[in-house]
């Protein structure tokens, strides 16, 4: 038996199923903010529901578990690629996600074979210590983990597995909390992916804002000439939430709904769970995260010297300091005429030499200062770069979506970036806004506003204020 596991920001889910027949299903409600955009703020709290909800059901977790997570701090690219050995791949995705780490050494990273006529894979990445917080928190409940999965390797596999999904262009929806990522398939393949946050007092206001985001999609559809939208799924939202999207929809040709595809056998779970049956098709195909953190910790252990070379270079040196070593202590042993000495010392060469060493000790003292005052630039500094171009990568995921950055401008006193940019889609700034308002080292952000028409390109500027000391 295997059991799949989600946890939202809201309850936590189980599907138990054998093969692609659904056994049971579960959800245990979390407590508010034991987990925000796929990341566990608070451990105890959702220790304490997965044991708890163990306990109520007896030999839940005794079968093959794998977990899905979805959330911004974990990143995914398409990556155009040729064939390449497993080891070569998980160097370019390395290499494709190094500015968004502060050392390699945090950059648990897999991958997702596409098909073959796109040439190309699914890179995704996380960081190391909040993948061994999932595993933390499963392994203290008592239960082991199997795999670990993404959101956008899980809804890329499934459209991939299901026909019906794999002509067309289909929107597809993932709502936790108040977030939202959405990704646009044309024929089966992925061309655009965001992230964005929800905003509204109440139920009705959350999917009124959803529905506005459909109008943000139509327009990048018609501006990329993909054509139009037939179908936006829904994953997350309750029978009557979707109910609720499909009596509002004002756009008569997309058919919105949920996008778990099942055939009957076994029990049906409610949409809200839908996302969590992805892992039925995820087994034993992906390289999830467990097996990433497994392949980081043979790239640290690569990367340190072999005890057996050390013990070579011990030795060499022995040898090669052993002449010096004699002929120091028959030095010693030697009694030397003072003239000799002073002769010696007064020398022209060994005062070029004394020269020479002074000027080394000179730049040795530069080179110290310059690294003493990198290590004084503060963290939120080092995260300017992250803020700019790094994020700007992760909100376009499909290769004809262009934003090009023709201004920059950092006020290092008022600690304010200025940036102006061209795009070619009027939502581009509004998923940029999304993508950046998070992070921790920014402090607010002022919209100064764009301009353009359809069709046109459109430029927009934005001052993004920072947060010194690079927490909320």
């Known amino acids: 038996m295997k059991v799949s596991v ?17 056994k049971r299903f579960l959800f245990y409600p979390l407590p508010e903010g034991a987990m925000y955009n796929g990341t566990i703020i608070d451990h105890a709290l959702v220790l304490e529901s997965l044991i708890e909800m163990d306990q ?11 977990l899905i997570v979805d959330g911004s701090s974990l990143l995914s690219r398409k990556i155009a690629s040729p064939k390449l050995s497993k080891k070569r791949y998980l ?4 290499d494709e996600f190094a500015d968004s780490f502060e050392t390699p050494d945090e950059i648990v990273c897999g991958y997702r074979l596409l098909p073959e006529a796109e040439n190309s894979i699914l890179g995704f990445a996380a960081n190391k210590a909040q993948v061994e917080s ?3 928190v499963f392994n203290e409940a008592g239960i082991r ?16 597995s299901i026909p019906e999904l794999s002509t067309g262009i289909k929107a597809f929806n993932i709502i936790d909390g108040m977030t939202m990522l959405t990704m646009i398939f044309v024929d089966g393949s992925s061309v655009f992916m965001s992230r964005s946050r929800l905003f509204g007092d109440n139920r009705e206001q959350k999917l009124d804002n959803i529905l506005s985001n459909l109008n943000g999609l139509m327009q990048f559809t018609q501006s990329q000439k993909l054509g139009q939208i037939t179908d936006s799924y829904y994953l997350g939202l309750t029978g009557i939430d979707i ?55 043979k790239y640290i252990k690569s990367k340190k010297p072999k005890k057996t070379w050390l013990i070579v270079l011990i030795l060499l040196f022995l040898v090669l300091a052993a002449p010096s070593v004699l002929l120091f202590l028959q030095v010693m042993a030697v009694e030397k005429d003072v003239a000799e000495l002073d002769a010696f010392v007064n020398a022209p060469e060994v005062e070029q030499r004394l020269t020479e060493i002074n000027v080394m000790k000179d730049e040795t003292a530069k080179l110290a200062m310059i690294a003493m005052k990198a290590d004084e630039m503060t963290e939120w500094k080092k995260a300017i770069p992250l803020i700019t171009g790094n994020m700007l990568d992760a909100v376009i995921f499909h290769h004809n979506v ?22 070619t889609s009027s939502t581009a700034p509004n998923d940029y806004i999304n993508a950046i308002v998070t ?16 069709g046109e390109v459109f430029t927009f500027s934005v001052d993004i204020f920072l947060n010194t000391g690079g927490q909320r």
């Open 91 to 94: 160097n370019l995705v390395r």
């Open 56 to 66: 109520m059901n007896p030999g839940l977790f005794k079968g093959e578990v794998s």
């Open 134 to 136: 999932y595993v933390s």
């Open 439 to 454: 992070n921790a080292f920014v402090r607010d952000i002022n919209y100064l506003g764009f301009s353009g028409n359809d």
């Open 402 to 423: 262009d934003i090009f950055v023709t201004d920059f401008n950092f006020d290092e006193k008022d600690e304010v970036i200025r940036i102006t940019a061209t795009c």
């Open 6 to 22: 989600y946890i939202s920001a809201e309850q936590i889910q189980a599907i138990e199923y054998d093969g692609k027949v659904i």
């Open 145 to 160: 983990l199997h795999a670990i999965h993404i959101g956008t390797e899980a809804v890329l596999d499934f459209v991939n």
């Open 243 to 297: 109910g609720y999207l499909e009596e509002h929809n004002v756009y008569e040709e997309i058919h919105i709904t949920s996008c778990f595809i099942y055939d009957g056998r076994g029990d049906t779970p409610p949409p809200e769970m839908h996302f969590c049956c992805f892992n039925m098709l995820l087994d034993n195909k992906a390289f999830d995260l467990i097996t990433a953190l497994k392949e980081l910790d």
